[in-house]
């Protein structure tokens, strides 16, 4: 099914349960879990959950953004939901693209957002506390957050971790709960050295990503994205790539140290210029601040090369 024809049907379908005009409306904000809204303060998972205690679910970071005709869209929507139901095939999870992506319209709109952070999340529930994942519950919720459309302003001050990036061959770069331990102790790590952010680099010197974002460096107006094996293949790097014509190689950490400027970008970092990379000082992010602003248009529809990136909620 093309996505315009899931779009189609999510909109033709009757209420969900709970989302027609009889039922109870709650004030508070709603998620959709398993077919049903449910106010996003409510458990309705069991502590023996099985995700709860092996990271077995998958997830995904998906942006809406209002558009300057009063409405919002989704940027990149069938991408996202296209890498998680690659990650949910591996967790023997069910992932229907389309249920998802009607799910993710229904919360928008059912919250009311336009700039909003969308978190779908699909896992394995309950029925053992073994490692076999086939007997257990399977479930899918997607929730939606109102975004500050400004980035805090905050300098960004990256330190190199000590922790190595999962290889790829243990685990695949896709976005598998359990796998983001691995960013949360380096993200720690940095902090606790008096950095906001972490570079992981591998055992040769090259560099990798960050913990929650690709990365990219420009020299001589010239704009490299990062390639590695062990990196997420970003959305937001691959629309870099696409708006910048940026050629993409593996990058040693020193290529960073000597480059004009580094950025980092992420569906939640959008496009953020790197201030600072362990004792290196940026000062020039020229290029960094106008892509930033380019990028913002594309999302919002104000560029309509890249309108076809968006799916209106
Ligand atoms: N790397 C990691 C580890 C991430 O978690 C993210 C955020 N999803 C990214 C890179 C950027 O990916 P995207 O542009 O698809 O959001």
């Not at 209002?66 to 919002?72: E, Q, R, Y």
């Not at 139901?85 to 009607?102: H, K, N, Y």
């Amino acid at each position: 099914m093309s996505l315009t024809e899931a779009v189609a049907e999510a909109r033709a379908k009757p209420p969900l349960r709970g989302e027609g005009k009889d039922s109870h409306r709650s004030d508070a904000p709603q998620v959709w879990f398993d077919g049903v809204f449910v106010d996003a303060g409510s458990s309705c998972a069991p502590l023996t959950t099985h995700a709860m205690h092996y990271g077995s679910g998958v997830f995904e970071g998906i942006r809406a953004y209002a558009t300057t005709d009063g409405g919002a869209a989704v940027f990149r929507l069938p991408e996202h939901l296209e890498r998680m139901r690659q990650g949910c095939e591996l967790l023997g999870i069910p992932f229907d693209v389309a249920a998802a992506t009607g799910a993710t319209l229904q919360v928008l709109r059912r919250n009311g957002h336009r700039d909003a952070y969308v978190r779908p999340l699909a896992w394995c529930g309950t029925g053992s506390i073994g490692l076999d994942v086939t007997p257990l519950s399977k479930h899918l919720m997607v929730a939606a957050f109102a975004t500050n459309v400004h980035l805090a302003g905050t300098r960004v001050r990256l330190g190199v971790s000590p922790w190595r990036r999962n290889p790829a061959t243990s685990l695949p770069p896709l976005k598998l709960c359990g796998a983001y331990v691995n960013s949360i102790l380096a993200k720690h790590e940095a902090r606790q050295r008096g950095f906001n952010e972490a570079l992981f680099v591998d055992d040769q010197g090259r560099v990798v990503e960050c913990t929650g974002a690709n990365v990219f460096m420009v020299r001589d107006g010239r704009v490299t994205a990062v390639a590695h094996r062990d990196a997420l293949p970003g959305i937001t790097r691959d629309t870099v790539i696409a708006l910048t014509g940026a050629r993409s190689r593996p990058v040693r950490y020193d290529e960073l140290l000597e480059a004009d400027e580094v950025f980092v970008c992420g569906t939640a970092a959008e496009v953020t210029p790197v201030d600072e990379l362990d004792d290196r000082v940026y000062g020039d992010h020229r290029v960094g601040r106008e892509l930033a602003q380019h990028y913002q248009r594309v999302v919002r529809g104000e560029d309509a090369a890249y309108r076809h990136w968006l799916t209106r909620v």
